[in-house]
């Protein structure tokens, strides 16, 4: 059984910056894709960042490119990320989630994923 946790959600004015973890347990990770996704209210759930284990490939939205930055612990099971000049627009339940033979076409894709988080909220206002 795969639990993922997540950890570092929190309140911020506008350009402020927050940290994410999610800590997986119940397996090790060394195929597929780990990251996060988020969903504000009235929306639908939308890809942020993901990193595929193999080859260390990491790929992001748009929309935060160049704010955020998704990295890793392999020792510890943990993805993290970092988000700097945090927007209002930001604002949502953010998400874990992880999967071992998500190819890449869908890495974008919230269905593709088996595994989730409990979700971490992140307000982003003045």
């Known amino acids: 059984q795969v639990q993922l946790v997540e950890s570092g959600g929190g309140s911020v004015q506008p350009g402020g910056s927050l940290r994410l973890s999610c800590a997986a347990s119940?397996?090790?990770?060394?195929?597929?894709?780990m990251g996060w996704f988020r969903q504000a209210p009235g929306k639908e759930r939308e890809f942020v960042s993901v990193?595929?284990?193999?080859?260390?490939?990491?790929y992001y939205a748009d929309s935060v490119k160049g704010r955020f930055t998704l990295s890793r612990n392999n020792a510890k099971n943990t993805v993290y990320l970092q988000m700097n000049s945090l927007k209002p627009e930001d604002t949502g339940t953010y998400y874990c989630a992880a999967d071992t033979t998500i190819i890449l076409s869908s890495i974008r894709n919230p269905r593709a994923y088996d595994y989730w988080g409990q979700g971490t909220q992140v307000t982003v206002s003045s």
């Open positions: 990193i595929r284990w193999n080859g260390n490939y990491i």
């Open positions: 119940g397996r090790t990770f060394s195929s597929g894709a």
